[in-house]
């Protein structure tokens, strides 16, 4: 009985272990010179352009875009190093939004 409690109780404690590590890239990094360049700039807040952080197969990329309901934005994508990202032919904001875990808001135009 002690000797099946022990297993259990080291089974719990590898299984919480295995839980609690951080998995894919860090996001606590900074915010590329160019990205807080481009923020600093954009002083118009008609169509409520945004910045955010993704995970994004296995990186950090961060997603420009706006919330304007009448508004016809186009999204834009960046490296962790502030470079655009040119995604693949056919590849949607929507497949992106799908597969892609929101990391955090970075920046909402006028907020």
Same mark, same amino acid.
Do not use: H
């Given at each position: 009985?002690?000797?099946?409690?022990?297993?259990?109780?080291?089974?719990?404690?590898?299984?919480?272990?295995?839980?609690?590590?951080?998995?894919?890239?860090?996001?606590?990094?900074?915010?590329?010179?160019?990205?807080?360049?481009?923020?600093?700039?954009?002083?118009?807040?008609?169509?409520?352009?945004?910045?955010?952080?993704?995970?994004?197969?296995?990186?950090?990329?961060?997603?420009?875009? +706006?919330?304007?309901?009448?508004?016809?934005?186009?999204?834009?994508?960046?490296?962790?190093?502030?470079?655009?990202?040119?995604?693949?032919?056919?590849?949607?904001?929507?497949?992106?939004?799908?597969?892609?875990?929101?990391?955090?808001?970075?920046?909402? +135009?006028?907020?």
């Amino acid at each position: 009985m002690r000797k099946t409690l022990l297993i259990l109780a080291g089974v719990v404690l590898l299984y919480a272990a295995a839980c609690s590590k951080k998995k894919g890239p860090p996001t606590d990094i900074p915010i590329p010179a160019s990205l807080q360049k481009m923020i600093a700039q954009d002083t118009n807040c008609t169509c409520s352009p945004y910045l955010k952080e993704y995970v994004w197969r296995n990186q950090v990329v961060y997603l420009q875009g +706006c919330a304007g309901i009448a508004c016809n934005c186009i999204s834009l994508y960046y490296t962790a190093a502030g470079e655009p990202i040119e995604m693949p032919a056919g590849y949607t904001i929507d497949n992106f939004l799908a597969e892609a875990p929101l990391v955090k808001t970075v920046w909402n +135009c006028g907020q």
